[in-house]
């Protein structure tokens, strides 16, 4: 399949909206991505153009993202490219760019961040099951003891013969 993965880090321009859909939890907020270059003129950096996308996250990312992040904050974002164009009635077209995030984080070249681990959520106890009894049944005519030959591997082979001795290595 073909996609656009991108790894984006900018500054979070909303509040993280979350939704519970019948799909699972799911939250999305914009992000702002302005590019810096280096003015040989001014001898200092300048801000260029800013980017906005839209950036999604589903799940267990949805949820920790909107525990986590908050307005103005530096982040990295790695996710699926998605570009929509519309046209809505009486207006001119439009794009938007979207991100379907597969992990957020905080830019730490920024700043500092302290990560706690979630919890799963506890699962309801379920009836133990008894473990199988993966032993296989010895057949009734098989003999109980050893050989007269004396060895002790009792297997045969397909032709019920017994199986050769090991080659000695020397």
Sequence with gaps: ?????????????????????????????????????????????TDGHTNFFTVWANRQLAVNVTASVEVGQPVVVQGRLKVRTEVRDGQQQWASADIDAVSIGHDLARGTAVFHRGTKPETPPTAARPEPDW????????????????????????????????????
């Design 135 to 170: 032993e296989t049944p010895r057949p009734t005519d098989a003999p109980a003891e050893p050989p007269a030959d004396g060895r002790t591997d009792t297997r045969v082979n397909e032709r019920t013969q017994p199986l050769p001795e090991p080659a000695a290595m020397t």
């Design 1 to 45: 399949m073909n996609e656009t993965i991108v790894c984006v880090v900018g500054n979070v321009a909303t509040p993280p909206v979350y939704r519970e859909l019948s799909a699972g939890p799911s939250a999305r907020f914009r992000l702002a991505v302005t590019a810096r270059y280096w003015d040989r003129e001014k001898s200092a950096w």
